[in-house]
């Protein structure tokens, strides 16, 4: 089964609203967790890394007030797109990181936000 | 500043034909690098990685992978395909010196499978 659970699946919001995804660790703690993009017909774009309890760093060219990360445990991490646009309709994935194994990358299923 | 070049947006064998996905990279710095298998309606999945201990990189079900230096490439192969192995396989890079976590993608390549 997965060990990183991303809800909702998939969102469709009115444009100009927020929209909040989360990102859980089932199964281990999660001190890092990494959100990311992926354009129509385009490779995965790093967004964000996000540290428990510290905020969060964001790849140039992301806008950071429009892209609220929060890591407020270790298991969860949170990606908020506010005032959605059309353009922001995208699938955005998340992983988390544990320290067992050689610090082991696990995906979660990603989510479909589409703005209308 | 590290890349990732698949080529092939799109390939498609028959079933019990090999499968030969193509991956190039460019790094400044001894590359990790890794394959991972996008199903439908599922998130990624890591199929095998080459972290510099060895050369062939055995993964899950029956993909390997070999690093070559001279040819700055590392290709996915599977001997022969089998109808669930359909999917989008993309190959990455990482700039963490072994994390996983900041990884560079390639824009993925779509195996299909025919019977």
């Known amino acids: 089964g997965a060990v990183v659970s991303q809800h909702p699946s998939r969102v469709i919001c009115k444009s100009g609203t927020s929209v909040k995804i989360e990102c859980r660790s089932l199964d281990f703690q999660a001190t890092t967790m990494f959100w990311y993009r992926q354009f129509p017909k385009k490779s995965l774009m790093l967004m964000a890394t996000?540290?428990?309890?510290?905020?969060?760093?964001?790849e140039q060219g992301v806008e950071k007030d429009k892209f609220l990360i929060n890591h407020a445990s270790l298991t969860l991490s949170t990606l908020t797109v506010t005032s959605a646009h059309p353009e922001d309709s995208s699938f955005y994935i998340c992983?988390?990181?544990?320290?067992?194994?050689?610090?082991?990358?696990?995906f979660g299923e990603g989510s479909w936000l589409t703005v209308v | 500043a590290q890349s990732v070049t698949q080529l092939g947006s799109h390939v498609s064998v028959s079933e019990g034909a090999l499968v030969l996905l193509r991956c190039n990279y460019s790094s400044s710095v001894p590359p990790y690098l890794f394959w991972y298998v996008q199903y439908p309606n599922q998130g990624l999945q890591l199929l095998l990685k080459?972290?510099?201990?060895?050369?062939l990189v055995k993964g899950i079900n029956g993909f390997e992978a070999e690093f070559k230096k001279s040819e700055t490439s590392f290709h996915l192969t599977k001997p022969s395909a089998h109808m669930s192995d359909a999917a989008e396989y993309f190959c990455?890079?990482?700039?963490?010196?072994?994390?996983?976590?900041?990884?560079?993608f390639g824009k993925g390549t779509k195996l299909s499978v025919k019977p």
């Open positions: 992983s988390a990181a544990t320290a067992e194994g050689g610090n082991t990358i696990y």
């Open positions: 990455a890079v990482s700039d963490y010196g072994g994390s996983q976590g900041n990884l560079i």
């Open positions: 080459y972290t510099s201990a060895a050369t």
């Open positions: 996000s540290n428990e309890g510290s905020k969060a760093t964001y």
